[in-house]
């Protein structure tokens, strides 16, 4: 049974505290109760709930749909309304706020945990199916700016190296890519050519607010064996991804990519002229898992950058 983090919204504190109390016997974490439609816009943006349980006939300025309507322009939060009336013009008004469900008073456990269930699993469905649809449009983008870099300039730059903060030239493919999968950030690395046994970092994109890995000492020259790629480097090469995390890093490592908030990475080798170019770290800050649609997604990314990188290499 799920259990969820739930902002309740009631201005009759009896009904409230009742709510309350049915929530936490089911093992849920009531992270604040809103008497008013200001005060719950305020719990929303400091306490991020999973769910809220939004009293309709809330008095003040703001009534429970109006609140609704106010939360989800600044976040994408499931709300359960809880009503009293059954008032037609009222329902049909709550409905163009799309809530995730109706608790009737005087409420029962059962309703109301069946509720939770039903917009916890709703909720996901639509975040998956939006994110398969931000991939999806991510990678013909790429694929549609990489022709169009293509037939305008028959040139696109790879970067420089670790030493420059300039974006590279197929900065725009990793922002895509980053940005519809929610990653923290990717970092290309590329091998090195007098030393087969080490790699620099080549470029980088980061979410907002994370550190850059650019023109730190750590990155100049490293060991792909140092981050736990010792045993899946044969799988490398066979152009399948290997999925590592922050503790397969060696100790040292680990406590300097620790530092960056590294956790699950996928990684795939980028190929050039059909020739092994470097590594692609796909960055997670949480411990996650990789669906399918990610990792296949991530595969065209990889084969455009190594495409984007032959094609300069060949120009210049």
């Known amino acids: 049974m799920p259990k969820a983090r739930i902002l ?3 201005d009759e504190l009896i009904v409230a505290e009742d709510l309350s109390t049915t929530l936490s016997s089911l093992g849920h974490e009531v992270v604040g109760i809103a ?3 200001e005060r719950a816009i305020e719990l929303a ?49 709550a409905k163009k706020t799309e809530p995730f469900g109706y608790i009737v008073k005087p409420f029962n456990e059962r309703e109301v945990q069946s509720n939770i269930e039903i917009a916890l ?23 549609e700016w990489f022709l169009r870099e293509f037939a305008s300039s028959h040139k696109i730059l790879p970067g420089k190296s670790a030493n420059t ?16 999968m929610n990653l923290y950030r990717i970092a290309v690395f590329r091998y090195d050519t007098h030393d087969a046994k080490t790699m620099t970092l080549n470029g980088e994109w980061t979410s907002t607010g994370s550190a850059s890995l650019i023109n730190a000492p750590h990155v ?29 890093f060696d100790s040292a490592m680990k406590k300097i990519f620790a530092s960056y908030r590294f956790a699950s990475m996928a990684v795939f080798e980028i190929q050039v002229h059909e ?20 990792i296949e997604a991530m595969r065209i990314a990889t084969n455009i950058l190594g495409s984007a990188m032959g094609l300069s290499a060949k120009n210049d």
């Open 8 to 10: 309740i919204v009631e």
């Open 35 to 37: 008497g008013s439609g």
């Open 45 to 93: 943006d400091e306490k991020n709930p999973e769910v809220i349980l939004m009293d309709i006939m809330l008095s003040g300025k703001l009534d429970g749909i109006a609140t609704a309507n106010t939360i989800h322009a600044k976040h994408d939060i499931p709300v359960i309304y809880v009503t009293a009336y059954a008032d037609e013009a009222l329902i049909a008004r």
């Open 121 to 143: 699993y709703r909720h996901k469905m639509e975040q998956d199916i939006k994110k398969r649809d931000a991939i999806l449009f991510a990678v013909g983008s790429g694929i």
């Open 165 to 180: 903060s300039r974006p590279p030239g197929y900065y725009p493919i990793l922002e895509s890519i980053g940005s519809a």
């Open 220 to 248: 100049e020259k490293i060991d792909p064996i140092r981050f736990g790629l010792a045993s899946r480097l044969a799988e490398l090469k066979q152009g399948r991804p290997v999925i590592i995390r922050i503790d397969d």
């Open 275 to 294: 020739e092994p170019y470097g590594l692609v770290f796909f960055i997670d800050k949480e411990d996650r898992s990789w669906p399918s649609e990610e």
